[in-house]
């Protein structure tokens, strides 16, 4: 395992999170404590030191679990945890990311944590009813107080999360240092819009579902069973299937897993991309750390972003056009060389608005 910073902050985390999601049989697919503990334990002996868990995850057993697993070495690993979804039925105030939610969710995961602070509380998903700034504030007041170090965002839109950077580094608030996304092969949107605010504000992108919830091990393709047949997510849309035989092929060519080649796809994208592992047993959680070691040729790499390629987007698709370009740039843009981004592979047509000969 090796490490990279959590975006603009100088904490070291290693290149894949644990996802714990499945740790609690609360929703009818996860794994006992014991199983859970087990998970943990053989994250941590690979080199693994970040945790991803939520307060809303198997209804707060997640945490506990975690905690419990943690006790006695906390301090060696980052622990995540998020919060926004409603913990109570019936209480209006027990969801959204208001003040009061915010304040009563971190003392609440702090107890099942066990834990005296949260390295990164993430905002778990968008509440359009609670203005920007009482949340940045809020937040701030948190790692003010000692009891957050870092925060982070997750399902947001891009241009949201500009806003809150802009106006936490205004007002001198803690800004993000993380964007979680579902990124992966069969869902490359996050490309056009959220990847190129992550790389401009120096954010780290946890990528959960990177297999795609098991699409992209190439089991569906031969009547496998999983974790959408008992009523998981389920993202399928037409056209996936090419997409997944082509992840087959290529691994077949390169002597690897289907789950190894989407996972070291996912690595080779610019920017700081930590793919979250997701696992109901050791032998999948092994086989997945076992994609820590795998690049592919750049011959691999074409042909997974050509199948895979979704289609640009307004403003994109009009102002990549030949003559837009030169009309932007004049007609010697060619000759100009931006060595300021200089990405060893630029992601899409999305992002080659500005020359990019390099």
């Known amino acids: 395992m090796r490490y990279t910073l959590l975006g603009r902050s100088g904490l070291r985390v290693s290149e894949f999170a644990l996802g714990t999601m499945t740790f609690g049989e609360g929703w009818g697919w996860g794994v006992p404590e014991e199983t859970a503990a087990r998970l943990l334990d053989v994250?941590?002996?690979?080199?693994?030191?970040?945790?991803?868990?939520?307060?809303?995850?198997?209804?707060?057993t997640s945490e506990e679990i975690v905690g419990r697993a943690l006790r006695g070495r906390r301090d060696r690993f980052v622990v995540g945890t998020k919060f926004t979804g409603q913990t109570t039925p019936g209480d209006l105030n027990s969801a959204g990311n208001h003040r009061k939610n915010l304040a009563r969710s971190v003392e609440a995961?702090?107890?099942?944590?066990?834990?005296?602070?949260?390295?990164v509380l993430w905002v778990h998903a968008r509440d359009t009813l609670t203005p920007l700034p009482e949340l940045m504030r809020a937040l701030d007041d948190q790692v003010r107080a000692g009891k957050v170090l870092h925060v982070g965002v997750s399902d947001w839109p891009a241009w949201e999360i500009a806003r809150a950077n802009t106006l936490a580094e205004l007002r001198d608030w803690s800004p993000f240092v993380g964007v979680q996304a579902r990124y992966n092969l069969l869902s490359r949107t996050p490309e056009a819009e959220l990847l190129p605010v992550a790389r401009a504000d120096d954010l780290a992108v946890l990528a959960w579902g990177p297999l795609a919830e098991g699409r992209l091990t190439g089991k569906y393709l031969t009547?496998?069973?999983?974790?959408?047949?008992?009523?998981?997510?389920d993202f399928t849309r037409d056209g996936d299937d090419e997409v997944v035989r082509e992840v087959v092929a290529v691994a077949g060519a390169a002597g690897r897993t289907p789950a190894e080649v989407a996972f070291a796809w996912l690595r080779s994208r610019p920017g700081t991309i930590v793919p979250v592992l997701g696992a109901t047993s050791e032998q999948q959680l092994t086989?997945?750390?076992?994609?820590?070691?795998?690049?592919?040729?750049?011959?691999?790499?074409?042909?997974?972003d050509a199948v895979s390629e979704p289609p640009p987007v307004f403003p994109a698709d009009v102002m990549n056009r030949e003559d837009m370009v030169a009309m932007v740039y004049g007609d010697r843009w060619r000759e100009v060389?931006?060595?300021?981004?200089?990405?060893?592979?630029?992601?899409?047509?999305?992002?080659r608005w500005a020359p990019q000969n390099q």
Request: no cysteine.
């Open 223 to 233: 009547g496998g069973q999983g974790r959408r047949d008992r009523g998981g997510f």
């Open 109 to 119: 995961s702090l107890r099942r944590l066990g834990t005296d602070y949260i390295d």
């Open 287 to 304: 086989a997945n750390l076992a994609a820590a070691g795998v690049e592919l040729d750049d011959d691999a790499l074409r042909r997974l």
């Open 43 to 60: 994250y941590a002996d690979a080199g693994g030191n970040f945790v991803d868990t939520a307060d809303v995850y198997t209804g707060g």
């Open 337 to 351: 060389t931006d060595r300021r981004h200089a990405a060893r592979r630029p992601i899409l047509d999305n992002e």
